[in-house]
């Protein structure tokens, strides 16, 4: 039987997923930072907001389009849908000081309903945001207009066919990524795609911000997954993707990758799939500083063999980890992870790559607890803010040229901003040829106003991404907390060519305003 997977209240999992922190971690808290347990939660069901002010013409036209079961006005049903999932996100939650909740939630059927109900949203000058799995971490479902309607596209959620020829797959952009995946293993098929936030986030939402998995390694990012597009405009409908490559023009799936619900709604997504692995290996290696290990990656990412997953943790957060399993070896973990029809030989050339650059093999062990808890950090960060300790996460990717400085300027940048003692924690997520990607996770006591203390950090370690040449998001997308500094990379030129298209798209402007596009 199929477990329904909702947005949660004020955590990342529900109440009885929680997960303990392991003592070690319980302990260093304590005694560095001095914690002490806030207060208690806001209960969904006392949250109260004023009635929906939507005007009567117009809820009654999205009834009559999706029918009154599909139109959701109460106060819990519009609470759980006026955010994501970042800690300031959480914090808002706990404390009950909600942002604006959307006036109402409406899930269509299908692709006629979302034309539909963009049409209502046109001519009532109703703002829309498309609501996937709700686990954005950058404001992408806080839109900056006065009452807006959420399209929870939960109802969209069909393995519409797969080509098992061309190895392609038409998946609809509400379905749960575990969802996808059992439909496609029916097939024989996998997507490879594992964010850490995989147990909740949707396909839609998966090219809507252009992430990318644990196993992009191997797998690709989800954008490169993306053979063909079907989006729901307030115009009328796009459908990109004839050929599995064309010369014809510039390629429109692009556009619409990445565009966070701004140029429109996407209906369906075909993708390119893989047969399930057969065989996988994950195993650990030590490397004696974070520039040895990043040094070895970077030799597979450029001359191979590529593995599955490569992740990289700096000094501080391999000392974590280690701290967690009640060990402490230094230096710096590399986790290394083969999946497909038969991993021997990728393993073997691998560890000759890996020795030569200095590494010392941990085996199987550390691979696979990293495996075994691969999505236990926003549980983490779940018991972390219970405990009374502020977690939160930002990342980047840059050129390898440029890493070691990009590195640097955050830890430096946050280092500055963040009270004495902070942690802050880094890894290599995802390798390229020509660059990485860098995840940094910070941890701090509360204090007074943690989230107006974790926003000036945020600016700060943003001004450092930028003027050490690293991109604004390499996985997390633009949302609004991005969309400043995404108009400082892609500059005044860049920001007309995507206020030109939206314009073009959604001329009465409301398709998620304020939200990618500055
Ligand atoms: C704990 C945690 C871990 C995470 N780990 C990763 C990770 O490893 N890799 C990664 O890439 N990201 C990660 N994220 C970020 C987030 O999960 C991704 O951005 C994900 O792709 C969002 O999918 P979603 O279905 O939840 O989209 P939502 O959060 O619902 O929406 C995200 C944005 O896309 C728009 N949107 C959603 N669906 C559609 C649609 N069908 N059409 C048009 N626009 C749409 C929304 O309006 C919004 O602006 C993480 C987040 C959390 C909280």
Redesign the pocket.
């Known amino acids: 039987m199929r477990e329904e997977r909702r947005a949660t209240w004020a955590r ?1 999992g529900t109440p009885e997923q929680a997960k303990p922190l392991p003592e070690a971690v319980a302990g260093l808290l304590k005694q560095v930072f001095d914690v002490t347990p806030p207060g208690p939660v806001t209960v969904l069901d006392a949250v109260s907001a004023p009635a929906p002010a939507l005007a009567e013409m117009a809820l009654a036209a999205l009834v009559a389009v999706v029918g009154a079961e599909h139109v959701g006005t109460e106060a819990a049903e519009r609470a759980l849908h006026a955010s ?2 970042s800690t300031p996100d959480l914090f808002h939650q706990r404390t009950g000081e909600l942002p604006a909740l959307p006036a109402a939630v409406v899930a269509p059927a299908d692709h006629e309903q979302v034309l539909a109900v963009l049409a209502v949203c046109a001519e009532h000058r109703l703002a829309v ?9 950058v404001g ?2 806080a839109p900056e207009a006065d009452g807006y309607l959420t399209l929870d ?1 939960r109802r969209l959620d069909r393995l519409v066919a797969v080509d098992p020829v061309s190895r392609t797959a038409v998946l609809q ?1 509400g379905l749960p990524a575990p969802r996808a995946d059992e439909l496609l293993a029916e097939h024989g098929f996998t997507l490879g795609h594992v ?3 995989y147990e ?3 396909i ?3 090219a ?2 252009r ?4 196993a992009s390694a191997g797998y690709g990012r989800f954008d490169d997954m993306v053979v063909g597009l079907t989006v729901a405009t307030p115009r009328g409908t796009i459908s990109t993707g004839r050929a599995p490559a064309s010369s014809a023009g510039p390629d429109l799936r692009r556009l619409f990758l990445g565009s ?2 701004a140029f ?3 209906i369906d997504v075909t993708v390119r799939v893989r047969p399930l692995a057969a065989q996988r290996h994950y195993e650990g290696w030590r490397f004696e500083s974070f520039t040895d290990g990043a040094a070895a990656a970077r030799r597979l990412a450029q001359d191979g063999p590529r593995p599955t997953v490569l992740r990289l943790s700096d000094e501080v957060e391999t000392m974590l980890g280690a701290a967690g399993r009640g060990r402490g070896d230094g230096g710096c973990l590399l986790v290394v992870g083969h999946e497909g029809a038969s991993v021997e030989h990728a393993v073997a050339q691998t560890a000759a790559v890996l020795r030569e650059c200095g590494g010392q093999e941990l085996g199987p062990e550390p691979g696979e607890q990293w495996a075994a808890h691969r999505f236990d ?2 549980y983490l960060r779940d018991a972390l803010l219970d405990a009374g300790a502020f977690a939160e996460t930002l990342e980047t990717a840059a050129f390898w040229s440029a890493l070691p400085g990009l590195y640097d300027a955050v830890r430096e940048a946050l280092f500055a901003a963040l009270p004495v003692p902070s942690m802050v924690l880094c890894h290599v997520s995802h390798v390229y040829e020509t660059g990485a990607s860098l995840y940094f996770t910070v941890v701090t006591a509360y204090g007074d106003e943690p989230v107006a203390r974790w926003q000036r950090a945020k600016a700060a370690a943003n001004d450092a991404i930028i003027a050490a040449g690293g991109t604004i998001s390499h ?3 633009v ?1 609004t907390e991005h969309r400043d500094w995404f108009a400082q990379e892609i500059g005044p030129l860049g920001v007309d060519v995507l206020r030109a298209v939206k314009r073009e798209l959604d001329p009465a402007g409301v398709l ?1 305003p304020g ?1 990618l596009v500055p």
């Open positions: 990342w994501g999932k945001v498309p609501f996937g799995g709700g686990t954005s971490v992408g479902l596209l952009a964010p850490q936030s909740y986030a949707t839609g939402g998966f809507a911000t992430s990318s998995g644990q966070e619900g429109g709604v996407i950090a926003p996985h997390h997308g949302g998620n939200i």
